[in-house]
């Protein structure tokens, strides 16, 4: 099954913004706007992983969870990639505890590789929330600059999901993919990792 791992924002943060975005969305109908429900940060895209792998997998990622303390974040500002003019993905980005979430975001990457499921092209954590998706190269810098000022409400971060995409008849088509989320665990250490 083909899997990642995410952090889910709140219902609040994802009606916050939402409501933000209400008065951008009409102005790009070109673009492909992802569903809320589909809303997440990716902390390491893991690939069609096999069966077999799944039981160490979980039991890593378990492990992983415990070492991390919940984090505080919001999502805030806007971006896109690969540039903002030659966009293929805008963003909304996240402040908070980034630190944190970039440790646990390669703590999860090491244990799944060590697991026989992560990728071995590991990219630089980029913390992000897809908003939007564009089927060839666009210059989305007004709106970029428009929605630069948005900030959210700060939320707790304090469970890690293991999501399996579902793509619509099988394929990766031009369907947007629903996702599912297959395990998860509390962020359960009671300060952050490498702190006493």
Known sequence: ???????????????????????????????????PANWHVTLSFLGEVPDPALPELRARLADAAAHHAPMTLSLAGAGAFPSADRARVFLTGLEGDLPGLADLADHVGAEALAAGAGQTDHRRFIPHLSLARCR????????????????????????????????????RGGAEARYETVDEWPLTARTPRGQS
Not at 143 to 169: C, D, K, Q, Y
């Open 136 to 171: 060839a190269d666009t210059d989305l810098s007004p709106l970029v600059e428009a929605f630069g000022p948005f900030s959210g409400t700060a939320w707790e971060a304090g469970t890690m999901h293991l999501i399996r995409s579902n793509f619509g008849g099988g394929t």
């Open 1 to 35: 099954m083909r899997l990642f791992v995410g952090l889910l924002p709140p219902p609040p943060a994802c009606d916050e913004l939402v409501l933000a975005l209400e008065a951008h969305r009409p102005r790009w109908p070109g673009l492909r706007w992802l569903d």
